[in-house]
């Protein structure tokens, strides 16, 4: 009810009036719509405006009971005012004394008798004899790289605790902290100070992997300048641009010396990759003075001005060189100490920070995880003992268990390409790969009884036909058409092809679509991003001889508008274009564009534009978001539209998502806009969103007494019109075999702890396991199938926590070739981290039904990315409901979303959400720390920086982070599978050609070349996986959680390398299956459903031939593997239990040469 308090209030009563005026001019929309569609009656349709009055109305009342609590509103403006900085709440402490730490920053204060040192992010001082240390920050926020002032009374470091990197003071005497600078998006590194004390020279860059530029910034304010600047280089590539890190100064302040090189980082790379230059203030030219072979990096210049120390690698240690600066006599110093972070971006520089003692006479440093004392003479080093009393707080822990649904029917999660009828009271779709029809007030049908892949419907435009394309791996495609009502379907080319995108002509007559040679697709082992004869083509309705029209050129989604004579497409590089049917006459109407990345030159582009069908406006998706945009007739140049901030758009700009959208068209009338997401299919009535605008507008209007500040926000809470949605449930039938089956004889190693059964049965009941135990202990159901299996081993399906497989997007392939390798390997669930697109949706549906077959296909989907800057954690809410609520995942992937500010709001929204996210690693070794300090679930990739010590593997047990370092791919130096191509015969292997197209096999097998990149030969002593893995196993010792991710370097047998890669650092064969198995399981949150051998969980597990615990390479000994009760061969695939039948023949094989030229 409404009372006289409610009244009062200035809000309230603009917010009612907003509602009545929407509410009237609601009903003039539908009263039109009565008068011209009668689709209703009088009766009913007072019925409904007097609905919508009385929801808006009393609603707006109720909400603002609850908003017009002064205490609730004090609080929450409070609120928002505390949380500027960091807004996570910590919900853990991680409490323990530490005597060593990993990739120590330290610096001695200018009288010699104090160090100064960062550990786990925060900063420490101690007696330069050695003790316990004094903290000096603490909190959330995380602290490094602390350099003296010359005077001693401050320190300089680096903090995130504004939400991102900037550079900050420290007052010792009284703790004051004083932010310099004021950055969202830049990262910094390796403060220094000038000689006199007034400047800070700092290494920044704008942008994640740019290269960073020293910058000198003043103490008291101002933004800086770059000092080092080259002419042109911001439109070189970024491997080509200058990186100036780790400024030194030694006795004058007129030189400063710095590590320099071309680009971030380089994979495999090939030395050197950094040499030491100096740049002189007076002349601001710098002269380049170390040739190294093995880098030089991180100079230290002494107080007195005669020494230079930097590091430098020797083989494949880093050691210390020592140079005389009068004569340039170099010698070593000490050798080894801790490795360089060469090989990887290096945010905290490539060698940690390290000083001389004031009288010149010796370097204090880290390395192997101490604090050490080395003399400038070359006499013995002497250690430098420390205790740190660690209390460092971790956000609150997000894991969750999820179920896996194994009901005999499910609903399908995607539509995709769907499009609504000329009369908009229909809309056809694809699902599951067939094509659907479906009345918008009804339940969806299939139109066709065809076995092929069938996509991208488009209605003629008197709504009685469909057009689509089919889709065969082994035949190609063809253009059909069926009738609306279903029946028969008429196929329309004569010739197969990759058909796509097809679209009506608007009279009817013919249809267009995009052409590529059916072999692009037949012959590529993913994604076809680009095939070499790619057009536009049309072909009669009545079918006939497809006719080209243009090369489309990098343009895409050909369609009309009311004039049948131009063909529209869109083009990311020229906008919206269009042109007769034959090609000519292109005319450019207009540009959409996003928003401006950091450290990017221009901002991103629509990445498609389709014109309405009265040709007044378009549809832009610009990155995951849909927006109409008004398009002016100006003539001469292209105008362009930028959406990133739609009210100071120079013409209307409308943003049409909130969350987000896919596959959007257009209503026949323009009046209507539509998109779907994941099994979601969206209606925006543009009249509608108007009239709800023009209600808040004439409301806003009628307030003449508000103040500024009310307004103001009033604008940030003002509610938007919201469009309809409605879930398509497509019905599916889920795989379920049925049966009795008793696996017999053999040893079993269960993951219940580390159970081991020698002589075991087990009994699976169609797709679950019923019992385990020793022969004969189990009791076996009358009819049971028994297969004996003594002298094997078994074991559970293995879990990729990090496989990305990609099968072809938008048109699908019938069999993914790459499903298949990994499941005859015994990889029986997977999960991939960043699937680029949602075709997986559809992909994992196929094989749930069998229709496909494979592991168990989980996914993040797409990633969050830094290109969709988190505004605050109502908008980080927003962003991962498309994982909760539409794609399903329960998980996303956190790849590198902007500052720690927004890392953090966004594993805020997780843990609200339940979904359990992973993260991109990055190369970035502090990142990867604030990961496991924020509670993030898991970390993908190697940590770059090695050794790691015990105060690294704590915090990640104390955390719960699950490590996939994903070997293969090592950070921090070559990548494992190098090793591997080295030394295995990869090519002449007869399971991997079985399974693995040729060209897949023979582009990764037959040359590697020597070039940097992802191909290359190294020596053995170089590799630095087992250094990698020597991480794993102190983690998996103390408790920690790790998984396998062989991230789809080599299919199948890839995982088996990676498994192999991780036990070599020491971890026992039975811990790395129980990396392999169980903890993969439970690091995606399905723990209690696979990764064990135990009654009542899916029957997922391998067979081998030999023993695993004697020899981890012989986990590649794969007789059986049976993923959801379905027993199959390893080496074919072919199905043993419980049917018997062959796999059918891949499409893939047989493509060697078979004709004779006459010549041997």
Same mark, same amino acid.
């Given at each position: 009810?409404?009372?006289?308090?409610?009244?009062?209030?200035?809000?309230?009563?603009?917010?009612?009036?907003?509602?009545?005026?929407?509410?009237?001019?609601?009903?003039?929309?539908?009263?039109?719509?009565?008068?011209?569609?009668?689709?209703?009656?009088?009766?009913?349709?007072?019925?409904?405006?007097?609905?919508?009055?009385?929801?808006?109305?009393?609603?707006?009342?109720?909400?603002?009971?609850?908003?017009?609590?002064?205490?609730?509103?004090?609080?929450?403006?409070?609120?928002?005012?505390?949380?500027?900085?960091?807004?996570?709440?910590?919900?853990?402490?991680?409490?323990?004394?530490?005597?060593?730490?990993?990739?120590?920053?330290?610096?001695?204060?200018?009288?010699?008798?104090?160090?100064?040192?960062?550990?786990?992010?925060?900063?420490?001082?101690?007696?330069?004899?050695?003790?316990?240390?004094?903290?000096?920050?603490?909190?959330?926020?995380?602290?490094?790289?602390?350099?003296?002032?010359?005077?001693?009374?401050?320190? *300089?470091?680096?903090?995130?605790?504004?939400?991102?990197?900037?550079?900050?003071?420290?007052?010792?005497?009284?703790?004051?902290?004083?932010?310099?600078?004021?950055?969202?998006?830049?990262?910094?590194?390796?403060?220094?100070?000038?000689?006199?004390?007034?400047?800070?020279?700092?290494?920044?860059?704008?942008?994640?992997?740019?290269?960073?530029?020293?910058?000198?910034?003043?103490?008291?304010?101002?933004?800086?300048?770059?000092?080092?600047?080259?002419?042109?280089?911001?439109?070189?590539?970024?491997?080509?641009?200058?990186?100036?890190?780790?400024?030194?100064?030694?006795?004058?302040?007129?030189?400063?010396?710095?590590?320099?090189?071309?680009?971030?980082?380089?994979?495999?790379? *090939?030395?050197?990759?950094?040499?030491?230059?100096?740049?002189?203030?007076?002349?601001?030219?710098?002269?380049?003075?170390?040739?190294?072979?093995?880098?030089?990096?991180?100079?230290?210049?002494?107080?007195?001005?005669?020494?230079?120390?930097?590091?430098?690698?020797?083989?494949?240690?880093?050691?210390?060189?020592?140079?005389?600066?009068?004569?340039?006599?170099?010698?070593?110093?000490?050798?080894?100490?801790?490795?360089?972070?060469?090989?990887?971006?290096?945010?905290?520089?490539?060698?940690?920070?390290?000083?001389?003692?004031?009288?010149?006479?010796?370097?204090?440093?880290?390395?192997?995880?101490?604090?050490?004392?080395?003399?400038?003479?070359?006499?013995?080093?002497?250690?430098?003992?420390?205790?740190?009393?660690?209390?460092?707080?971790?956000?609150?822990?997000?894991?969750?268990?999820?179920?896996?649904?194994?009901?005999?029917?499910?609903?399908?999660?995607?539509?995709?390409?769907?499009?609504?009828?000329?009369?908009?009271?229909?809309?056809?779709?694809?699902?599951?790969?067939?094509?659907?029809?479906?009345?918008?007030?009804?339940?969806?049908?299939?139109?066709?009884?065809?076995?092929?892949?069938?996509?991208?419907?488009?209605?003629?435009?008197?709504?009685?036909?469909?057009?689509?394309?089919?889709?065969?791996?082994?035949?190609?495609?063809?253009?059909?058409?069926?009738?609306?009502?279903?029946?028969?379907?008429?196929?329309?080319?004569?010739?197969?092809?990759?058909?796509?995108?097809?679209?009506?002509?608007?009279?009817?007559?013919?249809?267009?679509?995009?052409?590529?040679?059916?072999?692009?697709?037949?012959?590529?082992?993913?994604?076809?991003?680009?095939?070499?004869?790619?057009?536009?083509?049309?072909?009669?309705?009545?079918?006939?001889?497809?006719?080209?029209?243009?090369?489309?050129?990098?343009?895409?989604?050909?369609?009309?508008?009311?004039?049948?004579?131009?063909?529209?497409?869109?083009?990311?590089?020229?906008?919206?274009?269009?042109?007769?049917?034959?090609?000519?006459?292109?005319?450019?109407?207009?540009?959409?564009?996003?928003?401006?990345?950091?450290?990017?030159?221009?901002?991103?582009?629509?990445?498609?534009?389709?014109?309405?069908?009265?040709?007044?406006?378009?549809?832009?998706?610009?990155?995951?978001?849909?927006?109409?945009?008004?398009?002016?007739?100006?003539?001469?140049?292209?105008?362009?539209?930028?959406?990133?901030?739609?009210?100071?758009?120079?013409?209307?700009?409308?943003?049409?998502?909130?969350?987000?959208?896919?596959?959007?068209?257009?209503?026949?009338?323009?009046?209507?806009?539509?998109?779907?997401?994941?099994?979601?299919?969206?209606?925006?009535?543009?009249?509608?969103?108007?009239?709800?605008?023009?209600?808040?507008?004439?409301?806003?209007?009628?307030?003449?007494?508000?103040?500024?500040?009310?307004?103001?926000?009033?604008?940030?809470?003002?509610?938007?019109?919201?469009?309809?949605?409605?879930?398509?449930?497509?019905?599916?039938?889920?795989?379920?075999?049925?049966?009795?089956?008793?696996?017999?004889?053999?040893?079993?190693?269960?993951?219940?702890?580390?159970?081991?059964?020698?002589?075991?049965?087990?009994?699976?009941?169609?797709?679950?396991?019923?019992?385990?135990?020793?022969?004969?202990?189990?009791?076996?159901?009358?009819?049971?199938?028994?297969?004996?299996?003594?002298?094997?081993?078994?074991?559970?399906?293995?879990?990729?926590?990090?496989?990305?497989?990609?099968?072809?997007?938008?048109?699908?392939?019938?069999?993914?070739?790459?499903?298949?390798?990994?499941?005859?390997?015994?990889?029986?669930?997977?999960?991939?981290? !960043?699937?680029?697109?949602?075709?997986?949706?559809?992909?994992?549906?196929?094989?749930?039904?069998?229709?496909?077959?494979?592991?168990?296909?989980?996914?993040?989907?797409?990633? *969050?990315?830094?290109?969709?800057?988190?505004?605050?954690?109502?908008?980080?809410?927003?962003?991962?409901?498309?994982?909760?609520?539409?794609?399903?995942?329960?998980?996303?992937?956190?790849?590198?979303?902007?500052?720690?500010?927004?890392?953090?709001?966004?594993?805020?929204?997780?843990?609200?959400?339940?979904?359990?996210?992973?993260?991109?690693?990055?190369?970035?070794?502090?990142?990867?720390?604030?990961?496991?300090?924020?509670?993030?679930?898991?970390?993908?990739?190697?940590?770059?920086?090695?050794?790691?010590?015990?105060?690294?593997?704590?915090?990640?047990?104390?955390?719960?982070?699950?490590?996939?370092?994903?070997?293969?791919?090592?950070?921090?130096?070559?990548?494992?599978?190098?090793?591997?191509?080295?030394?295995?015969? *990869?090519?002449?292997?007869?399971?991997?050609?079985?399974?693995?197209?040729?060209?897949?096999?023979?582009?990764?097998?037959?040359?590697?070349?020597?070039?940097?990149?992802?191909?290359?030969?190294?020596?053995?002593?170089?590799?630095?996986?087992?250094?990698?893995?020597?991480?794993?196993?102190?983690?998996?010792?103390?408790?920690?959680?790790?998984?396998?991710?062989?991230?789809?370097?080599?299919?199948?047998?890839?995982?088996?390398?990676?498994?192999?890669?991780? !036990?070599?650092?020491?971890?026992?064969?039975?811990?790395?299956?129980?990396?392999?198995?169980?903890?993969?399981?439970?690091?995606?949150?399905?723990?209690?459903?696979?990764?064990?051998?135990?009654?009542?969980?899916?029957?997922?597990?391998?067979?081998?031939?030999?023993?695993?615990?004697?020899?981890?390479?012989?986990?590649?000994?794969?007789?059986?593997?049976?993923?959801?009760?379905?027993?199959?061969?390893?080496?074919?695939?072919?199905?043993?239990?419980?049917?018997?039948?062959?796999?059918?023949?891949?499409?893939?094989?047989?493509?060697?040469?078979?004709?004779?030229?006459?010549?041997?």
């Amino acid at each position: 009810m409404l009372n006289g308090k409610d009244l009062k209030n200035k809000s309230f009563i603009i917010k009612l009036l907003a509602n009545i005026i929407q509410t009237c001019l609601l009903a003039r929309i539908l009263l039109k719509i009565f008068k011209s569609e009668r689709t209703m009656n009088s009766r009913k349709f007072l019925s409904f405006v007097m609905a919508a009055f009385l929801s808006m109305t009393l609603g707006s009342g109720f909400a603002q009971e609850e908003e017009t609590k002064p205490a609730e509103e004090d609080s929450t403006k409070k609120e928002k005012k505390e949380k500027k900085g960091l807004p996570l709440e910590p919900g853990r402490t991680l409490e323990f004394t530490a005597e060593e730490g990993s990739w120590i920053s330290l610096d001695v204060s200018p009288d010699g008798k104090t160090l100064v040192f960062d550990l786990l992010g925060d900063l420490y001082s101690m007696s330069i004899t050695g003790g316990s240390a004094t903290r000096l920050t603490s909190g959330m926020a995380y602290d490094v790289q602390p350099r003296f002032s010359p005077d001693g009374e401050r320190v *300089v470091f680096i903090s995130d605790s504004s939400g991102s990197d900037n550079v900050w003071t420290l007052e010792l005497k009284n703790k004051e902290r004083n932010q310099l600078t004021k950055g969202k998006t830049e990262f910094y590194l390796s403060p220094e100070w000038t000689p006199d004390g007034n400047y800070i020279i700092v290494s920044k860059s704008t942008s994640m992997f740019g290269a960073a530029k020293l910058w000198l910034i003043h103490i008291d304010g101002g933004s800086g300048v770059q000092l080092i600047k080259i002419k042109g280089e911001k439109d070189r590539p970024r491997s080509q641009q200058l990186k100036t890190i780790g400024a030194a100064f030694g006795k004058e302040s007129r030189y400063i010396w710095y590590a320099q090189r071309r680009g971030d980082w380089q994979y495999n790379a *090939v030395f050197p990759q950094y040499q030491l230059a100096r740049y002189d203030r007076d002349t601001g030219k710098g002269t380049v003075m170390t040739s190294r072979f093995g880098s030089a990096i991180r100079p230290a210049l002494s107080p007195d001005g005669k020494l230079l120390v930097y590091a430098t690698r020797y083989e494949h240690q880093t050691g210390l060189r020592i140079r005389k600066l009068a004569t340039g006599d170099e010698k070593w110093l000490a050798y080894p100490v801790q490795r360089d972070d060469q090989e990887a971006r290096a945010t905290m520089d490539a060698f940690p920070g390290y000083s001389f003692t004031p009288d010149s006479r010796n370097i204090i440093i880290s390395y192997g995880g101490k604090v050490w004392c080395v003399p400038v003479d070359g006499s013995a080093s002497v250690n430098i003992p420390f205790t740190v009393e660690v209390n460092l707080a971790l956000g609150p822990e997000v894991r969750f268990d999820y179920k896996i649904d194994d009901k005999p029917k499910f609903i399908a999660r995607q539509i995709r390409e769907a499009v609504p009828s000329p009369d908009g009271k229909k809309i056809a779709f694809t699902a599951l790969d067939k094509l659907w029809v479906m009345d918008l007030n009804g339940s969806p049908k299939r139109l066709t009884k065809s076995n092929l892949g069938e996509h991208y419907p488009a209605w003629s435009p008197d709504g009685k036909w469909i057009a689509y394309v089919t889709w065969s791996d082994a035949d190609g495609g063809h253009i059909n058409k069926v009738r609306a009502t279903g029946g028969n379907a008429t196929r329309l080319t004569n010739a197969s092809a990759l058909y796509n995108e097809t679209v009506w002509s608007p009279d009817g007559k013919r249809i267009v679509a995009v052409r590529t040679a059916a072999r692009d697709l037949q012959e590529s082992t993913g994604p076809l991003f680009g095939a070499l004869a790619r057009q536009f083509v049309y072909v009669s309705a009545q079918g006939g001889n497809v006719i080209e029209i243009a090369p489309t050129e990098g343009r895409r989604a050909p369609h009309f508008a009311q004039d049948a004579s131009r063909i529209y497409a869109s083009s990311s590089s020229d906008g919206l274009i269009s042109m007769r049917w034959d090609g000519t006459d292109i005319k450019k109407h207009v540009k959409v564009t996003g928003e401006k990345i950091p450290g990017s030159k221009d901002p991103i582009s629509a990445s498609l534009i389709l014109i309405a069908p009265t040709g007044d406006q378009a549809l832009a998706q610009v990155d995951n978001h849909l927006y109409a945009v008004t398009i002016p007739y100006v003539g001469g140049e292209t105008p362009s539209i930028s959406v990133s901030k739609p009210e100071e758009s120079p013409f209307p700009v409308r943003k049409l998502t909130e969350i987000g959208g896919q596959f959007p068209a257009w209503s026949a009338t323009a009046k209507k806009i539509h998109w779907s997401m994941g099994n979601a299919f969206v209606t925006y009535d543009l009249e509608r969103a108007q009239a709800f605008d023009d209600s808040l507008e004439a409301a806003a209007k009628a307030d003449t007494t508000s103040e500024a500040e009310e307004k103001k926000e009033d604008k940030e809470d003002k509610p938007k019109y919201k469009p309809d949605e409605q879930r398509i449930k497509i019905m599916a039938t889920r795989d379920l075999p049925k049966g009795d089956l008793v696996l017999r004889g053999a040893r079993v190693i269960t993951m219940k702890n580390h159970e081991i059964i020698e002589d075991a049965d087990i009994l699976i009941k169609n797709h679950r396991i019923e019992a385990v135990g020793e022969r004969g202990q189990v009791e076996m159901p009358e009819g049971a199938k028994i297969i004996e299996v003594s002298g094997k081993t078994i074991i559970p399906g293995f879990v990729d926590t990090h496989a990305h497989m990609w099968p072809s997007w938008g048109i699908h392939n019938g069999q993914a070739w790459m499903y298949l390798a990994n499941l005859a390997y015994g990889v029986t669930t997977t999960r991939d981290p !960043q699937t680029a697109t949602t075709d997986v949706l559809s992909y994992a549906d196929l094989v749930e039904t069998g229709d496909m077959i494979g592991p168990r296909i989980y996914s993040t989907g797409p990633g *969050v990315f830094w290109g969709e800057p988190i505004k605050d954690l109502d908008h980080a809410r927003n962003v991962l409901r498309r994982y909760s609520d539409y794609y399903d995942t329960k998980t996303f992937k956190m790849y590198m979303s902007g500052n720690r500010q927004q890392r953090q709001w966004l594993i805020m929204a997780a843990k609200e959400l339940e979904l359990m996210p992973t993260t991109e690693g990055g190369l970035d070794f502090k990142l990867n720390l604030t990961h496991a300090i924020d509670g993030y679930s898991g970390l993908e990739h190697a940590l770059p920086i090695t050794p790691i010590y015990s105060d690294i593997v704590k915090l990640f047990v104390k955390s719960g982070i699950t490590y996939s370092p994903t070997l293969l791919v090592s950070y921090g130096g070559p990548f494992a599978e190098n090793y591997y191509y080295a030394t295995e015969n *990869v090519f002449g292997d007869p399971k991997l050609r079985h399974f693995t197209p040729h060209t897949e096999l023979a582009s990764k097998s037959l040359r590697r070349g020597s070039r940097p990149g992802s191909a290359g030969w190294f020596h053995r002593n170089e590799h630095v996986f087992d250094k990698h893995a020597k991480f794993v196993a102190d983690l998996i010792a103390a408790g920690g959680r790790a998984g396998v991710g062989a991230h789809g370097q080599l299919q199948g047998l890839g995982y088996h390398w990676e498994l192999w890669s991780i !036990q070599s650092g020491g971890l026992s064969e039975h811990d790395a299956l129980r990396v392999a198995t169980i903890y993969g399981a439970e690091a995606i949150g399905f723990g209690n459903d696979v990764g064990s051998i135990e009654p009542g969980k899916l029957a997922d597990l391998i067979i081998l031939n030999k023993n695993p615990l004697e020899n981890i390479r012989n986990t590649n000994s794969v007789k059986y593997v049976m993923k959801n009760g379905r027993l199959y061969n390893g080496d074919t695939l072919d199905e043993v239990w419980p049917r018997q039948q062959a796999l059918a023949k891949p499409y893939w094989q047989d493509r060697a040469p078979s004709t004779k030229a006459g010549i041997k």
